[in-house]
């Protein structure tokens, strides 16, 4: 008799923790979910979904980088575009609200792409080691540096220029961006070399290194994104604004010393004092209009220089650029103006063959040329000034890039020999 009360008791108990176990669950499903609203998702105290792997590889590589102050920021495009759109929501969210469920950096993808400004970082091989030993394993990504391949002793220099660290199935990308004359950030081409094994990860999936890019220096700014803390450009929308536009090509170094053991560089006063006033004019005018938000490009002879020789042409008289149509503002004339730079001509008019003409110093002139598009080509007109004679001057289509010349960042025609020739024909040596 005690035999089948006990087991009776056991029965009761069995059934009664069931029961209670499913009025627990019964509760938390019906009440709590219809009192927090949809999911908890943005209620206070949950955290689902926060042990996706992504999320766990970015919370240890910002705890890497915050460890050995390695001054990373985000500039993953879809992480970014995320924050902008719910921008003043993610900026007043503190690290203790920050609790609710991961939406940001859950996201199932392969990489998460951060920058880092290498002048700023003090420990670069320990950092390595380091990363490897938390248990990722880091691919670093060199070449040479282009800022010493004019000199002969120094070419050849290799800089980082990507770091990939991939923790189980997600992978963190470091581009490494460098200080260039004119105050802006460059980085490289990632280019795999012969030792690298090719299923590292899947490279063709990266949205930074395909090739070389310039960028504005951003402001920074510190945010807390499912709960993580990290740093992105203040203003993540201009950032996002310049990626598809930040293809950047180098100056032909080696040609143009070739081009000068040719052609012995002109040192006269004269020629000297030329270049000098054109790179003034030239910097004056890039400032000017990147006040009014207007593209431009190296157009002509200026185009001509950069290209061949890596320098103002020291016996032209002027400095030319190029301006699509569609970018005019009629504030053009009255901004150079107020700049000190006077209209000298205005040929032809907005709806054709618009050129205008600004005087500055020493008589060197500024030439704005404005490009109208076809069908299958680009033309801008030209005008003589002394007979009115107008000329129109066909090219191939063409997209920009970004360059260095004289110690600033200008755009030029990313198809540069194909825009040099239909301007000076295939041998443009000795012009």
Partial sequence: MSRISKNVILVVLTL??????????????????????????KSKGSRIGFDGMQWRAVKKFIMLTSSQNVPVFLIDPLILELINKNFEQVKNTSHASSTSECKVFCVPRDFTTFALQYQLWKNEEGWFWIAENMGFQCLKIESKDPRLDWIDSLSGTEIPLHYICKLASHAIHLVVFHERSGNYLWH???????HVDRKFVPFRKLQFGRYPGAFDRPELQQITVDGLDVL????????????????????????????????????????????????????????????????FWLSSGTCLGWFRQ??????????????????????????????????????????????????????????????????????????????GKKFKYLFPKFTLCWTEFVDTKFRVPCETVEYIEANYGKNQQGL
């Fill in 16 to 41: 009664t923790s069931s029961a209670f176990l499913l009025f627990q669950l019964y509760y938390y499903k019906h009440y709590l979910s219809a009192k927090n609203g949809s999911g908890l998702s």
């Fill in 310 to 387: 890596c320098s103002i042409i020291p016996y032209s008289k002027d400095v030319d650029l190029g301006i699509f149509i569609q970018d005019y503002k009629s504030d053009i004339i009255s901004a150079f103006q107020d700049a000190g730079l006077p209209l000298k001509h205005k040929f032809g008019k907005v709806e054709d063959s618009l050129e205008l003409s600004f005087q500055g110093k020493d008589d060197v002139k500024l030439d704005i040329f404005f490009f109208y598009e076809e069908t299958d080509h680009m033309w801008n007109g030209g005008t003589q000034a002394k007979t």
């Fill in 188 to 194: 490289g081409h990632l280019r795999l070399k012969g």
């Fill in 232 to 295: 992105i450009p203040k203003d993540p929308m201009h950032f996002l604004e310049e990626i598809p536009h930040s293809r950047f090509i180098e100056c032909r170094y080696k040609e143009a010393r070739a081009f000068f053991q040719q052609y012995l560089d002109d040192n006269t006063v004269e020629a000297m004092t030329f270049q000098k006033r054109a790179k003034e004019l030239l910097q004056l005018a890039a400032k000017t209009l990147k006040k009014l938000g207007v593209r």
